[in-house]
């Protein structure tokens, strides 16, 4: 059974940073691209980042660009995200996803496999 399970939420400041980590069991995906999402209350689950399977190519959210971090590790199975001057609107339940597929895609819809979410939480 496919699982992925984030860990690393919490509360921070605005302007400080957090790292986030998924760790996936179950089968291996070093071929398939990793991405993370976040829902904010009211609103629609929307792309944070994602990476394909070599790690060489990434994506970001215009609203995360230059401050959000992501990588993967895959002989661990994990794939991180590193926060960095963060902001109240980052505030979110965070979601790591799988793609069965070598690409990086926006559309949540296209992803397979999903963690149960970790809350950050982002004071002014």
């Known amino acids: 059974q496919v699982q992925l399970v984030e860990s690393g939420g919490g509360l921070a400041q605005a302007g400080g940073s957090l790292r986030l980590s998924c760790a996936a069991s179950g089968r291996t995906f070093r071929s398939y691209a990793m991405a993370w999402f976040r829902r904010a209350p009211g609103k629609e689950r929307e792309f944070v980042a994602g990476i394909i399977w070599s790690g060489d190519r990434t994506s970001y959210a215009d609203s995360v660009k230059g401050r959000f971090t992501i990588s993967r590790d895959n002989a661990k199975n994990t794939v991180n995200l590193h926060l960095n001057s963060l902001k109240p609107e980052d505030t979110a339940v965070y979601y790591c996803?799988?793609?069965?597929?070598?690409?990086?895609?926006?559309?949540?819809?296209?992803?397979?496999?999903w963690g149960q979410g970790t809350q950050v939480t982002v004071s002014s």
């Open positions: 996803a799988v793609r069965m597929g070598v690409t990086i895609e926006p559309k949540a819809y296209t992803y397979d496999y």
